[in-house]
Nanobody, 128 residues
Framework: VVTLVESGGNSVEAVGSLTLSCSVS????????MGWFRQAPGKLRVGVAV???????AYAESVKDRFTISNDTVKNILYLQMYNLKPEDTAMYYC??????????????????????WGQGTQVTVSS
C-alpha cells in the first residue's frame, strides 16, 4: 500500500510561485514512478509532471520551463515547484504513484488511469 498526502496549495497572484509537497508512505515498495496531475473544474484530469525511480522526468508542454518536479527519497516527499504561475494553472493538483508502471515518464504523463495510488488533492488558485 502507498499513502500519499498533498499539501502546499494556496491562492496566489499571476507570475507568483508556489511549491506543492506530497508525503509518500509505503511499507512495501521502494521504487515508484510518481507524478503530479491536475484537474480544473469541468475538465479532465491531466498530467503535469512525472518522475521515475531513476530520476528521469517529463513535463506537460504547458508547464515546461515553469514547473520542476523532484523527489526527496530521504524524506520521502515529492515536490512540485511552480514558477510564473498563470490563471490557467488554477486546478486541483493530485499526487500519484505506482510501483509497477512499466512506462517512460513521457508515456506515464498521459496514462493517469494506470496509476494505482492517489492523494486527496490540494487546490491551487491563480488570480490575474
Amino acid at each position: 500500500v502507498v499513502t500519499l498526502v498533498e499539501s502546499g496549495g494556496n491562492s496566489v497572484e499571476a507570475v507568483g510561485s508556489l511549491t506543492l509537497s506530497c508525503s509518500v508512505s509505503s511499507n512495501t515498495y521502494t521504487r515508484l514512478i510518481m507524478g503530479w496531475f491536475r484537474q480544473a473544474p469541468g475538465k479532465l484530469r491531466v498530467g503535469v509532471a512525472v518522475i521515475d525511480a531513476d530520476g528521469s522526468v517529463a513535463y506537460a508542454e504547458s508547464v515546461k520551463d515553469r514547473f520542476t518536479i523532484s523527489n526527496d527519497t530521504v524524506k520521502n516527499i515529492l515536490y512540485l515547484q511552480m514558477y510564473n504561475l498563470k490563471p490557467e494553472d488554477t486546478a486541483m493538483y493530485y499526487c500519484a504513484a505506482d510501483p509497477f508502471l512499466a512506462l517512460t515518464p513521457s508515456q506515464a504523463l498521459h496514462s493517469r488511469g494506470d496509476f494505482d495510488y492517489w492523494g486527496q488533492g490540494t487546490q491551487v488558485t491563480v488570480s490575474s
